[in-house]
């Protein structure tokens, strides 16, 4: 069974950091893409970043661009997002997502975990 | 940016009623079109991939169509387990996701 495990999220101040970290489990992690998704209060989805399953390339939303950092460590079959100069508008819940195949343009996300709530205030 | 949005933002509907949702792409997604189901205080499910494939576990009430900009999701008998909202997303260039339909029951 897949499994995904967020964790990390809490309050901080703006301009602080925060490291989100994805336990994953039940499938070939190194044989995925995965991206960060998130939802703020009471609205929509937003793609965040995205990282192949190599970890040899990234992709970041322009909202986060040169803030944050994704990144997996897969012998441990973990992902990572290290968050940076955080703003009030960076509070959401932050869903670890796994894609359908390897390379970052595996945008279809099929396994989601949890959500882990990150909050800036 | 490739933006989207979707038509109703919601929708009151009876059980056993033929519910749509439409969404738009701002330019040409091929057939690179998602919908996914969010339960409040849920993480998103995946419903529908690639425009019209049915997800593994997902009832085949949900059928989807649609080609380059204009897509829809269709619930053939609304049951009162698709209390819900979907989105659409589009995964041609990067990603987007619609602003969701809120679907209520009557």
């Known amino acids: 069974e897949v499994q995904l495990v967020e964790s990390g999220g809490g309050l901080v101040h703006p301009g602080g950091s925060l490291r989100l970290s994805c336990a994953t489990s039940g499938f070939t992690f190194s044989s995925h893409a995965f991206s960060w998704v998130r939802q703020a209060p009471g609205t929509g989805l937003e793609w965040v970043s995205i990282?192949?399953?190599?970890?040899?390339?990234?992709w970041h939303a322009d909202s986060v661009k040169g803030r944050f950092t994704i990144s997996r460590d897969n012998p441990e079959s973990t992902l990572y997002l290290q968050m940076n100069t955080l703003r009030a508008e960076d509070t959401a819940v932050y869903y670890c997502?796994?894609?359908?195949?390897?390379?970052?343009?595996?945008?279809?996300?099929?396994?989601w975990g949890q959500g882990t709530l990150v909050t800036v205030s | 940016d490739i933006q989207m949005t979707q038509s109703p933002s919601t929708l009151s509907a009876s059980v056993g009623d033929r519910v749509t949702i439409t969404c738009r792409a701002s330019?040409?997604?091929?057939?690179?079109l998602a919908w996914y189901q969010q339960k409040p205080g849920k993480a998103p499910k995946l419903l529908i991939y690639?425009?019209?494939g049915l997800q593994s576990g997902a009832p085949s009430r949900f059928s989807g169509s649609g080609s380059g900009t204009e897509f829809t999701l269709t619930i053939s008998s609304l049951q009162p387990d698709d209390s819900a909202t979907y989105y659409c997303?589009?995964?041609?260039?990067?990603?987007?996701f619609g602003p969701g339909t809120k679907v209520h029951i009557k």
């Open positions: 997502v796994k894609s359908d195949c390897s390379t970052t343009g595996c945008r279809l996300f099929v396994s």
């Open positions: 330019q040409d997604i091929s057939e690179w």
């Open positions: 990282i192949s399953g190599s970890g040899d390339e990234t």
């Open positions: 690639r425009t019209s």
């Open positions: 997303q589009q995964y041609h260039i990067l990603t987007t």
